[in-house]
Protein backbone atom coordinates (compact mmCIF):
# COMPACT_ATOMS: atom_id res chain seq x y z
CA UNK A 1 0.00 0.00 0.00
CA UNK A 2 1.02 3.47 -1.07
CA UNK A 3 2.05 5.91 1.66
CA UNK A 4 0.33 9.39 1.13
CA UNK A 5 2.39 12.56 0.82
CA UNK A 6 3.22 13.97 3.68
CA UNK A 7 0.77 16.86 5.26
CA UNK A 8 3.64 19.50 4.77
CA UNK A 9 3.93 18.93 1.22
CA UNK A 10 0.22 18.61 0.77
CA UNK A 11 -0.01 22.06 2.25
CA UNK A 12 2.73 23.57 0.11
CA UNK A 13 1.01 21.98 -3.25
CA UNK A 14 -2.42 23.72 -2.40
CA UNK A 15 -0.64 27.09 -1.34
CA UNK A 16 1.06 26.95 -4.71
CA UNK A 17 -1.75 26.53 -7.00
CA UNK A 18 -3.94 29.47 -4.73
CA UNK A 19 -0.80 31.76 -4.92
CA UNK A 20 -1.08 31.07 -9.36
CA UNK A 21 -4.76 31.78 -9.04
CA UNK A 22 -4.83 34.42 -7.37
CA UNK A 23 -1.86 35.81 -10.09
CA UNK A 24 -4.07 34.71 -12.64
CA UNK A 25 -7.09 36.42 -11.42
CA UNK A 26 -6.19 39.62 -9.73
CA UNK A 27 -5.65 41.29 -13.10
CA UNK A 28 -9.37 40.15 -14.21
CA UNK A 29 -11.17 41.85 -10.46
CA UNK A 30 -8.62 44.74 -11.50
CA UNK A 31 -10.47 45.00 -15.06
CA UNK A 32 -13.55 44.19 -13.49
CA UNK A 33 -13.76 46.74 -10.97
CA UNK A 34 -12.61 49.55 -13.61
CA UNK A 35 -15.48 48.66 -15.95
CA UNK A 36 -17.82 49.13 -12.83
CA UNK A 37 -16.83 52.96 -12.19
CA UNK A 38 -16.93 53.63 -16.12
CA UNK A 39 -20.47 52.17 -16.15
CA UNK A 40 -21.15 54.15 -13.37
CA UNK A 41 -19.98 57.31 -14.79
CA UNK A 42 -21.59 56.46 -17.81
CA UNK A 43 -24.91 56.56 -15.77
CA UNK A 44 -23.93 59.57 -13.79
CA UNK A 45 -23.13 61.49 -16.41
CA UNK A 46 -26.55 60.56 -18.23
CA UNK A 47 -28.13 62.48 -15.21
CA UNK A 48 -25.89 65.43 -15.69
CA UNK A 49 -23.73 64.42 -12.25
CA UNK A 50 -20.45 65.52 -14.00
CA UNK A 51 -18.80 66.28 -10.82
CA UNK A 52 -19.64 62.38 -9.75
CA UNK A 53 -19.17 60.75 -12.86
CA UNK A 54 -15.63 62.72 -13.02
CA UNK A 55 -14.50 60.48 -10.09
CA UNK A 56 -16.00 57.30 -11.21
CA UNK A 57 -13.74 57.64 -14.56
CA UNK A 58 -10.44 59.02 -12.19
CA UNK A 59 -10.87 56.35 -10.16
CA UNK A 60 -11.12 54.00 -12.99
CA UNK A 61 -8.12 55.34 -14.47
CA UNK A 62 -5.96 55.00 -11.17
CA UNK A 63 -6.47 51.02 -11.89
CA UNK A 64 -5.83 51.05 -15.52
CA UNK A 65 -4.10 53.76 -16.49
CA UNK A 66 -2.86 52.06 -19.66
CA UNK A 67 -6.78 52.55 -21.07
CA UNK A 68 -7.16 54.50 -23.66
CA UNK A 69 -10.67 54.00 -23.89
CA UNK A 70 -11.09 55.67 -20.45
CA UNK A 71 -8.91 58.60 -21.36
CA UNK A 72 -10.64 59.13 -23.79
CA UNK A 73 -14.22 59.02 -21.98
CA UNK A 74 -12.09 61.49 -19.41
CA UNK A 75 -11.55 64.01 -21.92
CA UNK A 76 -15.01 63.56 -23.58
CA UNK A 77 -16.17 64.64 -20.11
CA UNK A 78 -13.47 67.71 -19.31
CA UNK A 79 -14.72 68.82 -22.96
CA UNK A 80 -18.39 68.97 -21.68
CA UNK A 81 -17.24 70.49 -18.24
CA UNK A 82 -15.24 72.95 -20.29
CA UNK A 83 -18.19 73.43 -23.11
CA UNK A 84 -20.41 75.23 -19.75
CA UNK A 85 -21.25 78.20 -18.85
CA UNK A 86 -18.63 79.42 -16.73
CA UNK A 87 -15.62 82.13 -16.37
CA UNK A 88 -13.10 81.92 -19.23
CA UNK A 89 -10.56 80.85 -16.96
CA UNK A 90 -11.69 78.42 -15.65
CA UNK A 91 -12.76 77.09 -19.27
CA UNK A 92 -9.33 76.89 -20.02
CA UNK A 93 -8.00 75.27 -17.28
CA UNK A 94 -10.51 72.13 -17.38
CA UNK A 95 -10.01 72.20 -21.07
CA UNK A 96 -6.60 71.60 -20.79
CA UNK A 97 -7.33 68.80 -19.07
CA UNK A 98 -9.20 67.54 -21.75
CA UNK A 99 -6.39 67.56 -24.17
CA UNK A 100 -4.52 65.71 -21.43
CA UNK A 101 -6.60 62.89 -21.93
CA UNK A 102 -7.18 62.84 -25.36
CA UNK A 103 -3.24 63.01 -25.94
CA UNK A 104 -2.22 60.63 -23.85
CA UNK A 105 -5.72 58.06 -25.76
CA UNK A 106 -3.76 58.86 -28.49
CA UNK A 107 -0.57 58.00 -27.21
CA UNK A 108 -1.97 54.58 -26.01
CA UNK A 109 -3.66 54.06 -29.01
CA UNK A 110 -2.53 55.89 -32.31
CA UNK A 111 -5.20 54.49 -34.77
CA UNK A 112 -8.26 55.85 -32.72
CA UNK A 113 -10.03 58.35 -34.74
CA UNK A 114 -12.63 59.57 -31.90
CA UNK A 115 -9.41 60.77 -29.54
CA UNK A 116 -7.62 62.16 -32.26
CA UNK A 117 -11.11 64.53 -33.07
CA UNK A 118 -11.73 64.83 -29.48
CA UNK A 119 -8.64 66.10 -29.33
CA UNK A 120 -9.66 68.58 -32.63
CA UNK A 121 -12.57 69.58 -31.50
CA UNK A 122 -10.71 70.25 -27.93
CA UNK A 123 -7.99 72.59 -29.56
CA UNK A 124 -10.98 74.44 -31.90
CA UNK A 125 -12.78 75.30 -28.87
CA UNK A 126 -9.64 76.25 -26.85
CA UNK A 127 -9.03 78.97 -29.32
CA UNK A 128 -12.61 80.08 -29.62
CA UNK A 129 -12.70 81.25 -25.93
CA UNK A 130 -9.12 82.62 -26.21
CA UNK A 131 -10.80 85.00 -29.58
CA UNK A 132 -14.05 86.05 -27.50
CA UNK A 133 -12.46 86.78 -24.36
CA UNK A 134 -10.05 88.97 -25.75
CA UNK A 135 -6.88 86.89 -25.50
CA UNK A 136 -6.26 87.20 -29.26
CA UNK A 137 -7.21 90.03 -31.60
CA UNK A 138 -7.81 87.24 -34.39
CA UNK A 139 -8.25 84.00 -34.53
CA UNK A 140 -5.72 81.99 -34.82
CA UNK A 141 -5.25 79.10 -37.13
CA UNK A 142 -3.71 76.29 -34.15
CA UNK A 143 -1.68 73.51 -36.25
CA UNK A 144 -2.23 71.12 -33.49
CA UNK A 145 -5.93 71.30 -34.07
CA UNK A 146 -5.85 71.10 -38.33
CA UNK A 147 -3.47 68.34 -37.27
CA UNK A 148 -5.40 66.23 -35.11
CA UNK A 149 -8.42 66.71 -37.75
CA UNK A 150 -6.97 65.59 -40.70
CA UNK A 151 -5.81 62.20 -38.17
CA UNK A 152 -9.35 61.58 -37.63
CA UNK A 153 -10.18 61.92 -41.50
CA UNK A 154 -7.44 59.55 -42.34
CA UNK A 155 -8.58 57.08 -39.73
CA UNK A 156 -12.19 57.50 -40.42
CA UNK A 157 -12.77 58.71 -43.93
CA UNK A 158 -16.34 57.90 -44.16
CA UNK A 159 -17.48 60.30 -41.23
CA UNK A 160 -19.55 62.61 -41.76
CA UNK A 161 -19.41 64.51 -38.30
CA UNK A 162 -15.33 64.93 -38.91
CA UNK A 163 -15.37 66.28 -42.62
CA UNK A 164 -18.17 68.65 -41.75
CA UNK A 165 -15.83 69.75 -38.88
CA UNK A 166 -12.81 69.68 -40.87
CA UNK A 167 -14.72 72.11 -43.68
CA UNK A 168 -15.84 74.48 -41.32
CA UNK A 169 -12.13 75.11 -39.78
CA UNK A 170 -11.01 75.35 -43.29
CA UNK A 171 -13.53 77.91 -44.14
CA UNK A 172 -13.16 79.95 -41.08
CA UNK A 173 -9.52 80.37 -41.35
CA UNK A 174 -9.77 81.30 -44.70
CA UNK A 175 -8.04 77.98 -46.47
CA UNK A 176 -9.80 78.47 -50.10
CA UNK A 177 -7.56 76.08 -51.80
CA UNK A 178 -7.65 73.32 -48.74
CA UNK A 179 -11.47 74.15 -48.52
CA UNK A 180 -12.38 73.69 -52.37
CA UNK A 181 -10.07 70.64 -52.09
CA UNK A 182 -12.09 69.36 -49.16
CA UNK A 183 -15.52 69.80 -51.14
CA UNK A 184 -14.35 67.90 -54.15
CA UNK A 185 -13.35 65.17 -51.65
CA UNK A 186 -16.76 64.83 -50.03
CA UNK A 187 -18.35 64.62 -52.99
CA UNK A 188 -16.22 62.18 -53.99
CA UNK A 189 -16.56 60.31 -50.95
CA UNK A 190 -19.72 60.85 -49.86
CA UNK A 191 -22.07 61.92 -52.61
CA UNK A 192 -24.83 61.39 -50.16
CA UNK A 193 -23.62 64.33 -48.03
CA UNK A 194 -25.43 66.83 -50.31
CA UNK A 195 -27.93 67.50 -47.40
CA UNK A 196 -25.90 68.38 -44.42
CA UNK A 197 -23.58 70.83 -46.45
CA UNK A 198 -26.82 72.53 -47.66
CA UNK A 199 -27.39 73.76 -44.28
CA UNK A 200 -23.89 74.94 -43.80
CA UNK A 201 -22.58 78.90 -43.77
CA UNK A 202 -19.60 77.91 -45.56
CA UNK A 203 -22.03 76.33 -49.00
CA UNK A 204 -22.18 78.68 -51.59
CA UNK A 205 -22.28 78.11 -55.35
CA UNK A 206 -18.48 77.63 -55.90
CA UNK A 207 -18.79 74.90 -53.02
CA UNK A 208 -21.23 73.18 -54.59
CA UNK A 209 -19.59 73.33 -57.91
CA UNK A 210 -16.38 71.25 -56.33
CA UNK A 211 -18.24 69.66 -54.61
CA UNK A 212 -20.79 68.78 -57.83
CA UNK A 213 -17.03 67.79 -59.72
CA UNK A 214 -16.18 64.89 -56.81
CA UNK A 215 -19.60 63.74 -57.23
CA UNK A 216 -19.28 63.33 -61.14
CA UNK A 217 -15.59 61.70 -60.58
CA UNK A 218 -17.45 59.31 -58.01
CA UNK A 219 -20.38 58.59 -60.76
CA UNK A 220 -17.31 57.76 -63.43
CA UNK A 221 -15.75 55.49 -61.00
CA UNK A 222 -18.62 54.01 -59.74
CA UNK A 223 -18.68 54.33 -56.23
CA UNK A 224 -22.25 54.08 -54.35
CA UNK A 225 -23.44 54.58 -58.12
CA UNK A 226 -27.05 54.93 -56.27
CA UNK A 227 -26.21 57.51 -54.30
CA UNK A 228 -23.86 59.50 -56.32
CA UNK A 229 -26.82 59.74 -59.25
CA UNK A 230 -29.42 60.64 -56.82
CA UNK A 231 -26.70 63.29 -54.95
CA UNK A 232 -26.57 65.00 -58.48
CA UNK A 233 -29.52 65.18 -59.45
CA UNK A 234 -30.21 67.35 -56.20
CA UNK A 235 -27.59 69.45 -57.01
CA UNK A 236 -28.94 70.24 -60.54
CA UNK A 237 -32.31 70.61 -58.64
CA UNK A 238 -30.47 73.02 -56.34
CA UNK A 239 -29.27 75.25 -59.35
CA UNK A 240 -32.91 74.68 -61.06
CA UNK A 241 -31.99 73.36 -64.04
CA UNK A 242 -34.20 70.98 -63.88
CA UNK A 243 -33.80 68.35 -66.77
CA UNK A 244 -30.19 67.72 -66.03
CA UNK A 245 -31.84 67.14 -62.45
CA UNK A 246 -34.34 64.70 -64.00
CA UNK A 247 -32.18 62.64 -66.00
CA UNK A 248 -29.96 62.39 -63.11
CA UNK A 249 -32.74 60.74 -60.99
CA UNK A 250 -33.97 58.59 -63.64
CA UNK A 251 -30.16 57.26 -63.66
CA UNK A 252 -30.31 56.54 -60.08
CA UNK A 253 -33.65 54.90 -59.48
CA UNK A 254 -33.07 52.63 -62.31
CA UNK A 255 -29.60 51.36 -60.28
CA UNK A 256 -31.29 49.11 -57.24
CA UNK A 257 -34.51 49.81 -58.44
CA UNK A 258 -35.94 47.11 -55.82
CA UNK A 259 -34.59 50.46 -53.25
CA UNK A 260 -37.16 52.54 -54.74
CA UNK A 261 -39.88 53.88 -52.51
CA UNK A 262 -43.11 55.95 -53.33
CA UNK A 263 -40.87 58.85 -52.24
CA UNK A 264 -38.55 58.62 -54.72
CA UNK A 265 -41.62 58.88 -57.21
CA UNK A 266 -42.73 62.11 -55.46
CA UNK A 267 -39.77 63.64 -55.78
CA UNK A 268 -39.02 62.73 -59.43
CA UNK A 269 -42.80 64.13 -59.82
CA UNK A 270 -42.12 67.75 -58.59
CA UNK A 271 -39.10 67.45 -60.77
CA UNK A 272 -41.57 67.15 -63.72
CA UNK A 273 -43.94 69.51 -62.44
CA UNK A 274 -41.15 72.05 -61.83
CA UNK A 275 -40.33 71.30 -65.71
CA UNK A 276 -43.90 72.33 -66.56
CA UNK A 277 -44.32 68.59 -67.41
CA UNK A 278 -47.79 67.77 -65.82
CA UNK A 279 -48.09 64.93 -67.19
CA UNK A 280 -45.16 62.71 -66.47
CA UNK A 281 -45.18 64.12 -62.92
CA UNK A 282 -49.02 63.09 -62.56
CA UNK A 283 -47.43 59.80 -63.83
CA UNK A 284 -45.02 59.54 -61.51
CA UNK A 285 -47.55 60.79 -58.30
CA UNK A 286 -49.65 57.89 -58.99
CA UNK A 287 -46.38 55.34 -59.76
CA UNK A 288 -45.98 56.14 -56.15
CA UNK A 289 -48.83 55.46 -54.68
CA UNK A 290 -48.78 52.26 -56.71
CA UNK A 291 -46.53 51.45 -53.98
CA UNK A 292 -47.28 53.51 -51.11
CA UNK A 293 -47.60 51.81 -47.35
CA UNK A 294 -49.69 54.71 -46.08
CA UNK A 295 -51.99 55.90 -49.44
CA UNK A 296 -53.65 59.14 -47.20
CA UNK A 297 -50.55 60.15 -45.70
CA UNK A 298 -48.79 60.02 -48.99
CA UNK A 299 -51.67 61.43 -51.05
CA UNK A 300 -51.30 64.68 -48.36
CA UNK A 301 -47.58 64.81 -49.35
CA UNK A 302 -48.22 65.07 -53.01
CA UNK A 303 -50.38 67.44 -52.75
CA UNK A 304 -48.02 69.78 -50.50
CA UNK A 305 -45.70 69.33 -53.11
CA UNK A 306 -47.94 70.69 -55.48
CA UNK A 307 -48.28 73.78 -53.46
CA UNK A 308 -44.91 73.89 -53.22
CA UNK A 309 -44.07 73.83 -57.21
CA UNK A 310 -47.16 76.12 -56.85
CA UNK A 311 -49.04 74.28 -59.65
CA UNK A 312 -53.03 74.72 -58.18
CA UNK A 313 -54.24 73.08 -61.06
CA UNK A 314 -52.25 70.14 -61.06
CA UNK A 315 -52.86 70.16 -57.42
CA UNK A 316 -56.49 69.88 -58.06
CA UNK A 317 -56.14 67.83 -60.71
CA UNK A 318 -54.33 65.00 -58.87
CA UNK A 319 -56.90 65.24 -55.82
CA UNK A 320 -59.75 64.92 -57.92
CA UNK A 321 -58.32 61.10 -59.44
CA UNK A 322 -56.52 60.24 -56.81
CA UNK A 323 -60.23 60.61 -55.02
CA UNK A 324 -61.77 58.87 -57.47
CA UNK A 325 -59.41 56.15 -57.02
CA UNK A 326 -58.71 55.64 -53.40
CA UNK A 327 -62.00 57.79 -51.85
CA UNK A 328 -61.99 60.40 -49.45
CA UNK A 329 -60.55 60.75 -46.68
CA UNK A 330 -61.49 64.13 -43.66
CA UNK A 331 -57.49 65.02 -43.96
CA UNK A 332 -56.87 64.67 -47.25
CA UNK A 333 -59.78 66.78 -48.20
CA UNK A 334 -58.59 69.33 -45.48
CA UNK A 335 -55.43 69.34 -47.23
CA UNK A 336 -56.71 69.89 -50.87
CA UNK A 337 -58.44 72.83 -49.26
CA UNK A 338 -56.02 74.40 -47.40
CA UNK A 339 -53.12 74.65 -50.18
CA UNK A 340 -55.44 75.89 -52.48
CA UNK A 341 -55.99 78.45 -50.12
CA UNK A 342 -52.45 79.38 -49.19
CA UNK A 343 -52.19 79.55 -53.34
CA UNK A 344 -54.82 82.11 -53.17
CA UNK A 345 -57.46 79.74 -55.06
CA UNK A 346 -60.38 80.72 -52.70
CA UNK A 347 -63.31 79.64 -54.95
CA UNK A 348 -61.57 76.01 -55.17
CA UNK A 349 -60.84 75.61 -51.81
CA UNK A 350 -64.63 76.15 -50.79
CA UNK A 351 -65.84 73.64 -53.58
CA UNK A 352 -63.46 71.47 -51.52
CA UNK A 353 -64.45 72.42 -48.43
CA UNK A 354 -68.60 72.68 -49.30
CA UNK A 355 -68.44 68.76 -50.63
CA UNK A 356 -66.04 67.71 -48.01
CA UNK A 357 -69.23 68.83 -45.09
CA UNK A 358 -71.70 67.40 -47.63
CA UNK A 359 -69.82 63.85 -47.07
CA UNK A 360 -69.56 64.65 -43.72
CA UNK A 361 -69.43 67.87 -41.34
CA UNK A 362 -66.45 68.78 -39.27
CA UNK A 363 -64.87 71.67 -36.99
CA UNK A 364 -61.83 71.65 -39.34
CA UNK A 365 -63.23 72.21 -42.84
CA UNK A 366 -65.65 74.91 -41.19
CA UNK A 367 -62.74 76.40 -39.40
CA UNK A 368 -60.42 76.84 -43.10
CA UNK A 369 -63.86 78.15 -44.57
CA UNK A 370 -63.74 80.99 -41.92
CA UNK A 371 -60.19 82.06 -42.87
CA UNK A 372 -61.02 82.36 -46.66
CA UNK A 373 -64.54 84.30 -45.43
CA UNK A 374 -62.09 86.64 -43.30
CA UNK A 375 -59.55 87.08 -46.36
CA UNK A 376 -62.33 88.32 -48.16
CA UNK A 377 -64.07 90.22 -45.58
CA UNK A 378 -67.33 88.00 -45.28
CA UNK A 379 -67.90 89.10 -41.79
CA UNK A 380 -71.32 87.61 -41.39
CA UNK A 381 -69.78 84.51 -43.13
CA UNK A 382 -66.98 84.44 -41.08
CA UNK A 383 -69.25 84.64 -38.08
CA UNK A 384 -71.37 81.76 -38.98
CA UNK A 385 -68.42 79.41 -40.00
CA UNK A 386 -66.26 79.72 -36.62
CA UNK A 387 -69.75 79.43 -35.04
CA UNK A 388 -70.68 76.29 -36.67
CA UNK A 389 -66.55 74.77 -36.11
CA UNK A 390 -67.27 75.12 -32.52
CA UNK A 391 -70.48 73.75 -32.32
CA UNK A 392 -68.86 70.49 -34.78
CA UNK A 393 -65.88 70.67 -32.03
CA UNK A 394 -66.84 71.77 -29.13
CA UNK A 395 -63.80 70.89 -26.85
CA UNK A 396 -61.48 72.77 -29.73
CA UNK A 397 -59.90 76.04 -27.73
CA UNK A 398 -58.58 77.81 -30.72
CA UNK A 399 -62.07 77.96 -32.69
CA UNK A 400 -63.73 79.31 -29.21
CA UNK A 401 -61.27 82.13 -29.25
CA UNK A 402 -61.38 82.60 -33.19
CA UNK A 403 -64.92 82.80 -32.76
CA UNK A 404 -64.32 85.59 -29.68
CA UNK A 405 -62.46 87.57 -31.83
CA UNK A 406 -64.90 88.11 -34.61
CA UNK A 407 -67.81 88.64 -32.01
CA UNK A 408 -65.33 91.17 -30.53
CA UNK A 409 -64.84 92.45 -33.78
CA UNK A 410 -68.34 92.96 -34.82
CA UNK A 411 -69.06 94.85 -31.15
CA UNK A 412 -71.24 91.80 -29.81
CA UNK A 413 -69.11 91.78 -26.45
CA UNK A 414 -71.45 89.62 -24.08
CA UNK A 415 -70.98 86.19 -26.53
CA UNK A 416 -67.21 87.18 -26.96
CA UNK A 417 -66.39 87.44 -23.31
CA UNK A 418 -68.16 83.77 -22.91
CA UNK A 419 -66.68 82.37 -25.66
CA UNK A 420 -63.33 83.37 -24.56
CA UNK A 421 -63.97 81.75 -21.36
CA UNK A 422 -65.04 78.62 -23.15
CA UNK A 423 -61.42 79.27 -24.92
CA UNK A 424 -59.97 79.19 -21.40
CA UNK A 425 -61.41 76.29 -19.90
CA UNK A 426 -60.79 73.91 -22.79
CA UNK A 427 -56.74 74.69 -23.76
CA UNK A 428 -54.23 72.65 -22.66
CA UNK A 429 -51.55 75.33 -22.08
CA UNK A 430 -53.04 78.75 -20.61
CA UNK A 431 -51.23 82.07 -21.22
CA UNK A 432 -51.19 85.03 -19.61
CA UNK A 433 -52.26 86.61 -22.68
CA UNK A 434 -55.61 84.76 -23.15
CA UNK A 435 -56.89 85.63 -19.62
CA UNK A 436 -55.90 89.38 -20.46
CA UNK A 437 -57.73 89.18 -23.91
CA UNK A 438 -60.83 87.94 -21.68
CA UNK A 439 -60.35 90.37 -18.71
CA UNK A 440 -60.57 93.49 -21.68
CA UNK A 441 -63.71 92.08 -22.64
CA UNK A 442 -64.77 91.51 -19.63
CA UNK A 443 -64.37 95.59 -18.88
CA UNK A 444 -66.29 96.55 -21.78
CA UNK A 445 -69.10 94.79 -20.51
CA UNK A 446 -68.81 96.67 -17.16
CA UNK A 447 -67.85 93.11 -15.30
CA UNK A 448 -64.72 94.59 -13.37
CA UNK A 449 -64.71 92.07 -10.66
CA UNK A 450 -64.24 89.51 -13.14
CA UNK A 451 -61.63 91.68 -15.12
CA UNK A 452 -59.79 92.24 -11.77
CA UNK A 453 -59.76 88.57 -11.27
CA UNK A 454 -58.23 87.92 -14.98
CA UNK A 455 -55.57 90.76 -14.48
CA UNK A 456 -54.47 89.17 -11.39
CA UNK A 457 -54.40 85.42 -13.58
CA UNK A 458 -52.22 87.28 -15.89
CA UNK A 459 -50.01 88.74 -13.68
CA UNK A 460 -49.32 85.85 -11.29
CA UNK A 461 -48.27 84.15 -14.92
CA UNK A 462 -46.04 86.68 -15.82
CA UNK A 463 -45.04 88.94 -13.03
CA UNK A 464 -42.67 91.04 -14.70
CA UNK A 465 -45.56 92.92 -16.98
CA UNK A 466 -46.66 95.78 -15.27
CA UNK A 467 -49.63 96.64 -17.42
CA UNK A 468 -51.32 93.46 -15.92
CA UNK A 469 -50.79 95.01 -12.70
CA UNK A 470 -52.05 98.72 -13.95
CA UNK A 471 -55.02 97.27 -15.63
CA UNK A 472 -55.86 95.47 -12.17
CA UNK A 473 -55.61 98.57 -10.61
CA UNK A 474 -57.75 100.21 -12.99
CA UNK A 475 -60.32 97.53 -12.41
CA UNK A 476 -60.14 98.20 -8.78
CA UNK A 477 -60.73 101.97 -9.27
CA UNK A 478 -63.62 101.34 -11.00
CA UNK A 479 -65.01 99.45 -8.31
CA UNK A 480 -64.00 102.54 -6.38
CA UNK A 481 -61.88 100.39 -4.54
CA UNK A 482 -58.97 102.92 -4.03
CA UNK A 483 -56.78 101.95 -2.08
CA UNK A 484 -56.70 97.92 -3.69
CA UNK A 485 -56.21 100.02 -6.89
CA UNK A 486 -52.91 102.30 -5.64
CA UNK A 487 -51.64 99.11 -4.18
CA UNK A 488 -51.53 97.49 -8.19
CA UNK A 489 -50.58 101.15 -9.76
CA UNK A 490 -47.91 100.79 -7.20
CA UNK A 491 -46.55 97.36 -8.76
CA UNK A 492 -47.05 98.25 -11.80
CA UNK A 493 -44.83 101.32 -11.47
CA UNK A 494 -42.20 99.08 -8.86
CA UNK A 495 -41.99 96.97 -12.61
CA UNK A 496 -41.59 99.95 -14.76
CA UNK A 497 -40.36 102.81 -12.77
CA UNK A 498 -40.02 105.01 -15.60
CA UNK A 499 -43.65 104.89 -17.11
CA UNK A 500 -45.21 108.06 -17.35
CA UNK A 501 -49.05 106.61 -17.51
CA UNK A 502 -48.86 104.30 -14.18
CA UNK A 503 -47.22 107.25 -12.58
CA UNK A 504 -49.80 109.70 -13.64
CA UNK A 505 -52.83 107.46 -12.35
CA UNK A 506 -51.03 107.44 -9.22
CA UNK A 507 -50.84 111.14 -8.74
CA UNK A 508 -54.87 111.19 -10.08
CA UNK A 509 -55.46 108.90 -6.86
CA UNK A 510 -53.41 110.95 -4.88
CA UNK A 511 -54.86 114.12 -5.30
CA UNK A 512 -58.29 113.16 -5.21
CA UNK A 513 -58.18 111.25 -2.31
CA UNK A 514 -55.22 111.48 -0.75
CA UNK A 515 -53.57 108.06 -1.48
CA UNK A 516 -50.03 107.42 0.02
CA UNK A 517 -47.68 107.50 -2.88
Same mark, same amino acid.
Given at each position: &? ?440 ? &? ?74
Amino acid at each position: &MEKSPPFSFRLLTAFFILLLFLCAFYPLTVHLRAQLHVYSAEKRSAASQFSEALAELQKAAVLLPDDFLIHNELGNLYYKLGSSDQESNKKLQILGRAKEHFQEALRLHPLDARSAYGLARTEILIEKINYLSGRVSSLLKEASAMSALEQAIALRPASTIYRLAYARYLYLHDEETKFMAEMHNIGRLQPSMHGALRGQSFWSPAARQEFFSGVKEAIVQGVTPRQSLLAASELMAEGKNWTEAINYRQQGMSVQSSLNRAVDFIRLGFMYLMADNHDEALGNFFQALSISNDIERDIIAIMQVCKNAERPDSLLLFYQKAGKLYGHSADMDIAAARYLFELKQNEQAKVILQEANSRRRTGAAYYLLSRIAEVEEDWDGFELTIQKATLHDPRNAGYHLRFSQVLNRLQKYDRAEKEAGLAINYTDNISAGLYSYRAGLR &MRINNYSGALDDWLQAAAMSPGNGSFYFQAGDAAEKMDKIDEAAGYYRKAIGLEPGNGTYIQRLERLDKKYGVKR
